[in-house]
DNA sequence: ATGGCCTGCAACGCAGGA
């Protein structure tokens, strides 16, 4: 079984390149960020010609999450039990046994924004739920955009985002408590090259520089991450004319 | 000079992202 996450931003401009996508690597389940699509003009018919059906919970402008998948996604949930959210962040369904879960964590803005507090509250509310969620379900997979580079191996210059959001202790704390919870991240159980990120900026030609962050991740239970055979970054899509500044996540199951 | 972009909305400049 293959996964795939990836943060579009906006799912109406990066159609063609997810529709795309999809042809080359055929993902089984494939969880979408920022789609920035109210659910009544979700590209529902597009997908299911290219052979995915889809759950999303959308909303205007901002936000915006998404599963597709090539067999029925079943139990659908839409957001963080018990954590009253206007914004589209979380969707959950079952595919083909699988409880799969695509998040896009809050952005947090600069340290001293209201939105980092509401980040770690956002962040909290997501381990307490994940705790319950792999007592119930042994195949677990959380994928998505974290905004969070767990360390600094993950950023391209740790002394330049020294003070910056996505590398704070606070935040990485945060993100270590998914892993305390026994979910691995699936990127970090092979050997990777130096230097792989998810994450680069429309700006500065920073892509070509290499100047990125790591904050996309696939997240497993330990049934899922000792049957996890590959996990790797795609990059090409970032290269591509009007790309997301975000890159796909792919990782391979033995199911 | 790690600056200088992109998206959606609804008006041509914001908010928000990362």
Redo the contacts with the bound molecule.
Sequence with gaps: MRLATW?V??????LPHLLDWLGHNRPDAMCL??T???DENFPTEALRAAGYRAVFSGQ????GVAILSRADATEVSIGIPDFPDE?KRVIGATVNGVRVISV???????LE?D?YAYKLRWYAALASWLSVELQTHRRLAVLG?F?VAPEDRDV??PK??EGE??VSEPERAAFRKLLQLGLADAFRLFPQPEKEFS????????FQ?G?G?R?DEILLSPELAARCAACVIDKRPRGLE?????APVIAELRL
């Excluded at 931003?9 to 990066?14: A, D, G, H």
């Excluded at 009007?242 to 975000?246: F, K």
């Design positions: 943060n931003n906006s799912l109406k401009v990066r960020q920022e920035k699509t109210v205007k402008t901002y936000n914004l896009y964590a809050p952005n947090g803005q600069s924004s939105k955009d905004n391209h210059d330049r985002w959001i996505h994450w680069w900026d429309y700006r500065l030609n920073a520089r100047w962050l904050i009007r790309p997301s500044d975000h």
